[in-house]
T-cell receptor, first 114, second 113 residues
Framework: EAQVTQNPRYLITVTGKKLTVTCSQNMNHEYMSWYRQDPGLGLRQIYYSMNVEVTDKGDVPEGYKVSRKEKRNFPLILESPSPNQTSLYFC?????????????FGPGTRLTVL | DAKTTQPPSMDCAEGRAANLPCNHSTISGNEYVYWYRQIHSQGPQYIIHGLKNNETNEMASLIITEDRKSSTLILPHATLRDTAVYYCIVRAHGSSNTGKLIFGQGTTLQVKP
């Protein structure tokens, strides 16, 4: 089954404790992206990747890092989480430049930083 | 990418057609109209997209006006499981875009028994 998986689905942590949210897709998509969703602000793009070893900042990259060492994986790293990073996070993937670059989203990771 | 305007909320009776409008009066010739939905904090789900012709798939139909300044998403027989926030997104294809989807506030569709 074609899917995007994220782990963990829920995480409660404390300020400053490094964490990684994993994202994996099994569709051989070149493009992957991370969004965060906050009440009243909608979904905002954090980082994106056009292919292996190619990443770039989205609209709200501060406090986050990403890597793309393999095509299928695109982890989101919070080196020193802060309470303002409490949010719902979504990973997405798609083919690039096709007639319909439909994006597939993961189920979400709800992160709480105390 | 062009801005879109959607009503904040709509109701629909179960089994009836749900017609969700979207205005995109500043759409460019190379921009597509996409529809996604998000069911209560789940990941957004692609529904359908089109450029100028009407489109239909197993989930919905998309009607785009001839001047392309507005469109309507039609769920032909709405069920309770179609209760969700529906997002109309306009974007261009091509290597210059970042792939970013700009989600506005969307339309909250409530399907009622």
């Amino acid at each position: 089954e074609a899917q995007v998986t994220q782990n963990p689905r829920y995480l409660i942590t404390v300020t400053g404790k490094k964490l990684t949210v994993t994202c994996s897709q099994n569709m051989n998509h070149e493009y992957m992206s991370w969004y965060r969703q906050d009440p009243g602000l909608g979904l905002r793009q954090i980082y994106y990747s056009m292919n292996v070893e190619v990443t770039d900042k989205g609209d709200v990259p501060e406090g986050y890092k990403v890597s793309r060492k393999e095509k299928r994986n695109f982890p989101l790293i919070l080196e020193s989480p802060s309470p303002n990073q409490t949010s719902l996070y979504f990973c997405a993937s798609s083919f690039l430049d096709r007639g319909g670059d439909t994006q597939y989203f993961g189920p979400g990771t709800r992160l709480t930083v105390l | 990418d062009a801005k879109t305007t959607q009503p904040p909320s709509m109701d629909c009776a179960e089994g009836r057609a749900a017609n969700l409008p979207c205005n995109h009066s500043t759409i460019s010739g190379n921009e597509y109209v996409y529809w996604y939905r998000q069911i209560h904090s789940q990941g957004p789900q692609y529904i359908i997209h089109g450029l100028k012709n009407n489109e239909t798939n197993e989930m919905a139909s998309l009607i785009i006006t001839e001047d392309r300044k507005s469109s309507t998403l039609i769920l032909p027989h709405a069920t309770l499981r179609d209760t969700a926030v529906y997002y109309c997104i306009v974007r261009a294809h091509g290597s210059s875009n970042t792939g970013k989807l700009i989600f506005g506030q969307g339309t909250t569709l409530q399907v009622k028994p």
